[in-house]
DNA sequence: CGGGATCCCTTAGGATACTG
DNA sequence: CAGTATCCTAAGGGATCCCG
């Protein structure tokens, strides 16, 4: 029995023995939003050893979480059916850190993918259905994201780009996905569409 | 920044932090099922040293998630409303990991406290809603549990009792709560209420 | 006896540098 | 760019002991 085993026959301790490592979930997290490299994962994870991160990578290949796609000559790293099965269980524990967090320490940061995940935690499909297909650019904390809801689908993407508004705010998204829009400073468009912002994305009280 | 803290701001990262240690979902796990003292805990842990489940503990209270109850003498540890809140996304990982587990391994064990969480992984409200009120005295791998089926509502509780059925089984749980039930003996009641055990127990595919 | 605390040792993880 | 290699620290494992 490998020292890291819990010596349990049963689905919650497998679980947690395939993913339930340091690091582990939060590499699956980023690569809920695509595909990613080695480095775009580092980028994502700035305090991962590198070690850390290259063993991780091996072990869920091995537990069948995720796979290595060599396209063309780059390497990507990309999720299996089955560990895309984890999408809700990590929405989830998103919903549930997300009531705990309070302010921000300053040297938090919020990388891309993270936002991504955080923006799909706190999305509202009907909501956003009975309301027109709007797109979003926002700058949370320094990262770019170019959100565009249209009915009940949701898209995030990286990078910058035109859209109905563009808004910037700090760190302290989680007031922003609350309703709580103080902070928040419309750079170009409606400045009214910030309300359908809120109510198209709003994490569970 | 404590050396565990993964720098980032956001809700996944934060629910780690709360309860991603090693051996924290697994406290967690047991005490859904029921408030607990230290003894029980360990015993239901059998691999945990002191050590760490005493840190645990210490870090599980800090976070809001579990809290002493001092009754009478004896200490009880049981989770708050927020560490309750975790109870679906604990039977998600149970579902998730029981689909790539395969055969026990000799050294594994079954305790009564995941044997519980199991069951109510593969418990199929709308199923049982439909069936008799009944009740199944199960031996899995020499745990017993009590298992009370009435309606949609489910109740386990450990020891033995009279009951409609009564069987037993080794470790290979998850056959039994995939519909298979070559391996299982029933030693009292009437044997056709395994199929509607079956029913009502299964495991998603 | 329940609820831990202490000790020692092993191993995983963190920081940094380096290589194909 | 995608990892290895190294060194060191801190967390976890195992056994034992302590205290009310």
Do not use: C
């Not at 895309?84 to 300053?106: M, Y």
């Not at 709580?180 to 170009?188: C, P």
């Amino acid at each position: 029995m490998a020292a890291r085993d819990y010596g349990q026959y049963d689905g919650v301790t497998r679980a947690l023995e395939l993913v339930g490592e340091r690091w582990g979930l939060l590499i699956v997290r980023d690569l809920l939003v695509g595909p990613r490299r080695y480095g775009e994962l580092a980028d994502g994870l700035p305090r991962i050893p590198s070690n850390i991160l290259a063993a991780r990578l091996k072990e869920l290949q091995a537990a069948g979480v995720i796979r290595r796609l060599p396209r063309s000559r780059i390497i990507l790293y990309e999720l299996t059916p089955y560990g895309r099965e984890l999408e809700p269980l990590v929405l989830g524990l998103s919903t549930w850190g997300f009531k705990s967090l309070d302010e921000p320490r300053g040297e938090q940061i919020v990388t891309p993918d993270a936002m991504t995940i955080a923006l799909r935690t706190a999305f509202q499909p009907d909501a956003a259905a009975a309301l027109p297909a709007t797109s979003y650019a926002g700058g949370f904390a320094g990262t770019e994201l170019l959100i565009r809801v249209d009915g009940p689908e949701l898209d995030v993407t990286g990078g910058e780009g035109t859209a109905d508004i563009a808004f910037e705010t700090d760190a302290r998204i989680k007031h922003v996905l609350s309703g709580d829009l103080t902070g928040v400073r419309v750079t170009a468009g409606d400045a009214r569409l910030l309300d359908r912002f809120a109510q198209t994305f709003r994490l569970a009280a």
